[in-house]
């Protein structure tokens, strides 16, 4: 956006829903790539460790730790000095540096537990209790960053004062999922997800600097100072396999590569003899209905201040069938 072919007007309080006439024209803003702007650049380090135990169990982890330097952010070139603005033509002119920085620490522990069968399973004993899978995924993490965007323009201006927690910085997550078919042709999955809040800031909800750019936070507040609500999302599938004829020659045994929890185990399974199968499946995203919230508001002047302002994720049924051939 140069401000010439692309313009965009700061509106200080308009009237709504209808704006009415603005009336004296204030100046665009200009947006510009800056002539030392270089591609970001990420160096990341890290250290793993898989082991299996008890033959039916596996755990891996993994800490690695990422340094992003010369990331984008806005550096504003027209800033009002004592009201007035070098450059009375435009508002903002917003050029792109490439000065900003991130760290991230990160934790990731993944666990399966798998007593040796592969699913589904269309042949065996009616009920068996291998015929069961269980993964778990844990990351504990730490993202700090002192930029939200190319175009951003920080705050105070100061890039040491908008150091803090990123707004995707979200500290645990943890994944898992419980695969079974212990009675043979019902195939039973259970998924769990679960996250702790995100980040947001606190902000005045004023132009207190005279920029005509409203990020301005109280004294003394840093970036993403607060924290939004948790997430936990609950699925669960429950099918039903019928077996309709016979090839008429056996089929070889397949193949699967059962993964997830470090390195991945190469396994043979019977394919079954049935010409057709058809599933008959029920299928529910969020069981519970749990509520998770989004959208929070910062704005100390918003009545929706310290509020969600959406929820994602309402309960859905879907009832389907399959034909495998």
């Known amino acids: 956006m140069d401000g010439f072919r692309q313009q965009e007007l700061n509106i200080i309080d308009p009237s709504f829903p209808d704006t009415g006439t603005i009336g004296i024209v204030p100046p665009v803003n200009r947006y510009l ?46 800033i009002p000095v004592n009201g007035l603005r070098p450059n009375p033509a ?4 917003a050029e792109v540096v490439s000065d900003a920085a ?44 002192n930029m939200d965007g190319p175009f951003s323009i920080p705050a105070t201006g100061d890039l040491a004062a908008e150091w803090g927690f990123a707004p995707t910085d979200v500290r645990h997550r943890l994944n898992a999922a419980f695969n079974n078919q212990v009675i043979r042709n019902v ?42 609500g948790g997430q936990t999302t609950v ?23 059962f993964g997830g929890g470090g390195a991945a185990q190469v396994r043979t399974f019977d394919q079954g003899s049935a010409r057709y199968r058809l599933m008959v499946f029920v299928q529910a995203q969020n069981l519970t209905n749990q509520a998770n919230y989004l959208g929070y508001s910062g704005t100390l002047t918003s009545p929706f201040f310290g509020r969600p302002t959406t929820v994602s994720g309402m309960r859905k049924i879907d009832l389907g069938i399959g034909l495998n051939f």
């Open 102 to 145: 991130s760290r991230q620490h990160q934790l990731h522990v993944d666990a399966n537990v798998n007593p040796g069968a592969l699913l589904p399973a269309f042949n065996g004993p009616r009920i068996s209790w291998k015929r069961t899978t269980v993964f778990l995924n844990y990351t504990l993490a730490s993202l700090r960053n």
């Open 187 to 228: 195939l039973v999955s259970l998924n769990v997800n679960a996250n702790t809040a995100g980040a947001y800031t606190l902000l005045t909800g004023r132009d207190d600097n005279g920029d005509g750019v409203f990020n301005d936070r109280p004294a003394g507040v840093g970036r993403d100072t607060l924290r939004a």
């Open 33 to 78: 790539l800056g002539s030392e702007y270089h591609a970001p650049q990420t160096t990341r380090i890290s250290a793993g460790i898989d082991q299996g135990l008890a033959k039916v169990i596996r755990v891996a982890a993994t800490y690695s730790y990422q340094r992003g330097s010369e990331l984008s952010r806005g550096l504003n070139l027209n």
């Open 235 to 257: 699925n669960l599938m429950v099918g039903y396999q019928f077996a309709i004829g016979r090839n008429a020659t056996p089929l070889p045994p397949g193949i699967g590569v």
């Open 90 to 93: 435009f508002g903002n002119i």
